[in-house]
């Protein structure tokens, strides 16, 4: 039998380590591959950061402007689920609510990246935009005062339906208008296809309104 001298183990103990250094060798590559993979996710933040930074005064005005304007939309379509009485107005009132909640999240986002103040749901006109008269619906273009608001919680029927329509169409006017002024001095290149898909789903909208109101009348 042969017996096992302390040269011999120790040359076993070499042969396992240099096994298990060859074995985390090939594991470590296997995770370079992986980091490669690490490196080009943090290269796309960093060129999604540096497009984030591409913007100017106006691309921040058009945000910040355009969110409270579009939750405004929202809460007279939400109005329509339940108030109004005609099946057109109430689908207008869903593509509405469809179209611009997603949007309300993007302009957010943008905000959020830029280091600029996000509107918060609820603030009044004079919080989210200081210095501005607010007097009536002059705050901002095509928004309804509290008046108008109050207005329509209480109509029904189609009395809500024709003072929804009256309304919204002011209301979309005043978003094509603030779309308009963001293509022609915005520097973002996402909010200015925001701001050119709001002019044409919007206009579309006021001729299909128009079109309802003139069935009323």
Request: with cysteine; charged share 25%.
């Amino acid at each position: 039998m042969t017996s096992t001298t302390p040269r011999t183990r120790t040359l076993s103990r070499r042969v396992a380590l240099a096994a298990a250094t060859a074995t985390a060798a090939l594991v470590l590559a296997a995770c370079g591959g992986g980091g490669d993979d690490d490196g080009a996710t943090s290269g796309s933040s960093a060129s999604a950061t540096a497009s984030a930074g591409a913007h100017n005064a106006q691309d921040v005005t058009f945000a910040q402007g355009m969110i409270p304007h579009h939750r405004q939309a929202l809460e007279m379509a939400e109005l329509a689920a339940d108030r109004a009485s005609s099946s057109e107005v109430k689908d207008l009132a869903a593509r509405i609510e469809k179209a611009q909640d997603p949007e309300i999240e993007t302009m957010t986002g943008w905000l959020k990246a830029w280091g600029e103040d996000v509107p918060e749901a609820g603030e009044s006109m004079d919080e989210s935009m200081p210095g501005m008269d607010h007097s009536g619906s002059s705050g901002m273009a095509g928004m309804m005062d509290d008046a108008d608001m109050t207005k329509l919680e209480k109509s029904s029927g189609t009395a809500f339906d024709t003072a929804f329509l009256t309304m919204m169409v002011e209301h979309h006017e005043g978003a094509v208008e603030m779309a308009g002024a963001e293509k022609d001095k915005g520097r973002y290149g996402p909010a200015a296809a925001m701001a050119d898909d709001i002019v044409t789903g919007q206009t579309a909208e006021i001729a299909e309104m128009n079109q309802l109101l003139g069935k009323k009348g």
